[in-house]
């Protein structure tokens, strides 16, 4: 993969894709983790001689069209303020640093148009893929642009990649692997990588209930379909799995519902599992501050709703605390460091979800593939 130290930029244009991809309340940015995470690589071309920034990226899912629901305009208020300096905003904006409107509204993009392709790349003399959270999808700004101009990844997605590789390849023992979230179908990869190269893989979340179901418990009306207990009976039984012990169980998917301990594993009629309990989050705890490397990909429980966020905080302070290094990746756990307010105690807060998981599946990421 072609860096920043292999391509020159000094009196070039760079047409650089971002991953702005932020969540809005209304117009306002509710979190600007990732615009911050494309700073370093800005800063360096701006340093390095560039002429001039012409920046991509996506905002949400619109469909292929204009929509006012996700435009970019608050982004480029948001990055002007953290560079210090004017960005122009508009596909017919011109200045030192350029802000396209979201390249999302353009229906080629998502079918890596090549007449698409041809436009940005017409708008600059070298291409910088800086979007690890879009790396893993072959688009018109992602993997058709880079094989028309000369490229190179930028520095985030320089640090996703080797962090993901490198704590793969050889982390530091024991090797402790947290996986949360909804489905096991979903992460079927993720998880079988994981028990090949961990020395130990923690279960939580809505994912624990196939595993339990498999092992004939009753899981009531937590969220636990038939095509993922097959999942997870496949993998067992495995040593290196570790399922909760004990549960905090609600009546509905709600935070003023009624709420029970369960000193066990079998859930009444009735009642839905929404968090580990106590003595996972000790357990798993444990597990965590004697580890060599951690990575986590997933909540431990429903931790948007207060009455179940214990098991997935008791896990990012386990995290935070721990001597191992430790990469947080997928967009809820990221969302609970910063939640918590620890995400400046993790070693490396990775900015992409599917990318995350496609990267640790063995999978390889065309946005990646396209720079080499």
Not at 102 to 131: C, H, M, Q, S
Not at 133 to 144: D, F, K, L, Q
Request: hydrophobic fraction near 45%.
């Amino acid at each position: 993969m072609k860096t920043l130290d292999d391509l020159a930029v000094e009196g070039k244009r760079v047409l650089v894709r971002v991953d702005f991809n932020v969540p809005l309340q209304g117009s306002a940015i509710a979190d600007d983790t990732r615009i911050r995470g494309a700073l370093p690589t800005l800063r360096e071309l701006r340093e390095k001689g560039a002429a001039q920034l012409v920046l991509v990226s996506h905002l949400g899912r619109p469909k292929g069209e204009p929509d006012p629901t996700y435009t970019l305009a608050p982004v480029a208020q948001r990055l002007a303020e953290l560079l210090g300096t004017e960005v122009a905003f508009g596909d017919d904006a011109d200045g030192e640093i350029v802000l396209l409107e979201n390249i999302r509204f353009e229906p080629g993009e998502t079918k890596n148009d090549p007449e698409l392709a041809r436009r940005l790349a017409a708008r600059a003399d070298v291409y910088v893929n800086d979007a690890f959270g879009a790396a893993h999808r072959a688009h018109a700004s992602t993997e058709g642009v880079a094989r028309l101009l000369p490229h190179a990844a930028g520095r985030l997605l320089q640090r996703e990649v080797e962090t993901m590789e490198g704590i793969l390849a050889d982390p530091a023992r024991p090797f402790v692997a947290v996986v949360g979230g909804a489905k096991v179908t979903d992460k079927i990869g993720v998880l079988k990588r994981f028990l090949e190269v961990a020395d130990q893989v923690l279960i939580g979340g809505a994912m624990a209930f196939p595993f339990l179901k498999a092992q004939g418990h009753e899981v009531g009306g937590s969220l636990c379909a038939d095509d993922d207990v097959e999942a997870a009976r496949a993998l067992l039984p495995d040593d290196k799995l570790l399922l909760p012990v004990d549960l905090v169980l609600g009546r509905a998917f709600d935070a003023d519902t009624e709420t029970q301990a369960l000193d066990g594993l079998d859930v009444p009629d009735g009642w839905m599992g929404l968090d580990v309990g106590p003595r996972t989050a000790a357990l798993y705890g444990e597990q965590i501050a004697a580890a060599g490397t951690v990575c986590w990909n997933g909540p431990m429980g429903a931790f948007e709703l207060a009455p179940f966020a214990a098991g997935t905080k008791a896990v990012a302070e386990a995290v935070a605390r721990t001597d191992a290094t430790t990469v947080v990746g997928g967009g809820d756990s990221v969302a609970a460091v910063v939640q918590f307010g620890l995400s400046d105690q993790v070693d490396h807060v990775s900015t992409g979800g599917g990318a995350s998981l496609e990267l640790i599946e063995g999978k390889s990421l065309p946005g990646v593939e396209a720079l080499s």
